[in-house]
T-cell receptor
Framework: DVKVTQSSRYLVKRTGEKVFLECVQD?????MFWYRQDPGLGLRLIYF???????EKGDIPEGYSVSREKKERFSLILESASTNQTSMYLC?????????????FGNGTRLTVT | GENVEQHPSTLSVQEGDSAVIKCTYS??????FPWYKQELGKRPQLIID???NVGEKKDQRIAVTLNKTAKHFSLHITETQPEDSAVYFC???????????WGAGTKLIIKP
């Protein structure tokens, strides 16, 4: 069974802090994703990566960056946290792209920026 | 680009009754439509999916139907049970990049 692990379940940070959200998957998946989940807005894609050291912007990349130095690890970075980045962040992974894209999600990190 | 609309945002049904959640998509080239279930405090998980070459797919109490002409697909849950209470997300995948475009989610409440 695929396991996607997010390092923190809850985080509280102050405005202006640099925040790192870590995600590790254990199934050698090529693709990794970061989403943010807000009520009524569904899942919005922030960044994704198809391979090590590769990254692509999603729908809402502003204020975020990512790092993928190893295949199993995908980090989301908030360079200078702001209150509007308070949200639930979900990491996901999948095998290489294809007609049937099955995402395996982590349990999420609920970030509060005060 | 693709856009997916999902209705209703909240659905409350009596235990034992059926529930139907509907999604519409804008790009007729989209060809894969999954449904994910997210129970309270848990991760979203795939529960059923359908490809564009199929009109209906069933798995026990859940089914998905696809109308390509109208560009909409629906999730049907029969004989609802308390454990069906969750947020359900639909999505559509476009063959150009296989990225999933998500609906906004439906909170399903099963009343005892």
């Amino acid at each position: 069974d695929v396991k996607v692990t997010q390092s923190s379940r809850y985080l509280v940070k102050r405005t202006g802090e640099k925040v790192f959200l870590e995600c590790v998957q254990d199934m050698d998946h090529e693709n990794m994703f970061w989403y943010r989940q807000d009520p009524g807005l569904g899942l919005r894609l922030i960044y994704f990566s198809y391979d090590v050291k590769m990254k692509e912007k999603g729908d809402i990349p502003e204020g975020y960056s990512v790092s993928r130095e190893k295949k199993e690890r995908f980090s989301l970075i908030l360079e200078s946290a702001s209150t509007n980045q308070t949200s639930m962040y979900l990491c996901a992974s999948s095998l290489q792209p294809g007609p049937k894209v099955v995402l395996h999600f982590g349990n999420g990190t609920r970030l509060t920026v005060t | 680009g693709e856009n997916v609309e999902q209705h209703p945002s909240t659905l409350s049904v009596q235990e034992g009754d059926s529930a139907v959640i509907k999604c519409t998509y804008s790009d007729s080239a989209s060809n894969y439509f999954p449904w994910y279930k997210q129970e309270l405090g848990k991760r979203p998980q795939l529960i059923i999916d359908i490809r564009s070459n199929v009109g209906e797919k069933k798995d026990q109490r859940i089914a998905v139907t696809l109308n390509k002409t109208a560009k909409h697909f629906s999730l049907h849950i029969t004989e609802t049970q308390p454990e069906d209470s969750a947020v359900y997300f639909c999505a559509a995948s476009h063959p150009s990049n296989y990225q999933l475009i998500w609906g906004a989610g439906t909170k399903l409440i099963i009343k005892p």
